[in-house]
């Protein structure tokens, strides 16, 4: 039964289209990474299916009492206030010492309770944030570049561990991420932005498309080369049929509006 979906989803701020004609599902414990420039409206996307903006067009529909946890891009924690791991991870529903504990060793961070939240390390600190998210028993965890600020073995460690809890919980999970490596490697659908669905689909064919390629070359920061199957024919931004709107299809890229791909 799907857990989230956006139909027609459209936000404005003001007078500008951040997000267009957006239609997205959400399945029971899958991956979907969503790819896209900066002002792409990635973080629009996340907030609309928060329901922490409203959408100017089309709607978003969540399974009746979804529980979702949300991990943001950073969080700012006034360091004058002091709030230690306990009292953050208890924030807004009072957790249970016992608890608190078991999911701190869970994300690889034990013991870590009595400490500031604002003495904390990068990689300890959204770790923390995993941790507060999962504490919800979450049927939908959104990421929202996660590890920005990680260094890559950091940000490998980070999503080995998304991965386990995936396994673990089966816990959907609803990814923002620059990082090739994780949207290759991690997802088991990518969905491709630019204010309006590029392309979706499989990783491997969504890499492959002209609207994915248009948006991030060929070789973005070395990592496609790593992934790709060789090519040894141009593609043509324009060398496909883009009369259909497909809904999602796992082994297939779909395309809409390549006219504003690149
Ligand atoms: N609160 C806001 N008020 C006005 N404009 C906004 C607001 N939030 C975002 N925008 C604009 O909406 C567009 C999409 O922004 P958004 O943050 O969703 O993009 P993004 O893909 O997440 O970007 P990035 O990769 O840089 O984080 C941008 O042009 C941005 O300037």
Known sequence: ???????????SYGAMAALRDVDLVI?????????????????????????????????????????????????????????SVRRFL????????????????????????????????????????????????PELLILDEATQGLDQPGTA???????????????????VSHDLHVVMSASDRVICLNGHVCCQGQPHVVTAAPEYRALFG?????TMALYQHKHDHAHDACDHDHDHDHTPAHGTATQKDPAHAG
């Open 90 to 137: 208890s924030l807004p529903d009072r957790r249970d010492r016992d608890e608190m504990r078991a999911m701190l060793d869970k994300v690889g961070v034990p013991g870590l309770e009595d400490r500031q939240m604002t003495a904390l390390s990068g990689g300890q600190f959204q770790r923390v944030l995993l941790a507060r998210a999962l504490l919800a028993d």
């Open 218 to 222: 060929l070789g973005t920061h070395g």
């Open 1 to 11: 039964m799907t857990l989230i979906a956006a139909q027609g989803l459209g936000v």
């Open 27 to 83: 399945e029971p414990g899958e991956i979907v990474t969503v790819v896209g420039p900066n002002g792409s409206g990635k973080s629009t996307l996340v907030r609309a299916l928060l329901g922490v903006v409203r959408p100017s067009a089309g709607q978003v529909t969540r399974r009746a009492g979804l529980r979702i946890g949300y991990v943001p891009q950073r969080l700012a924690v006034d360091d004058r206030m002091p709030l």
């Open 157 to 175: 460690a980070f999503y080995q561990l998304i991965e386990d809890v995936r396994r673990e919980t089966g816990v959907a999970i609803l990814m």
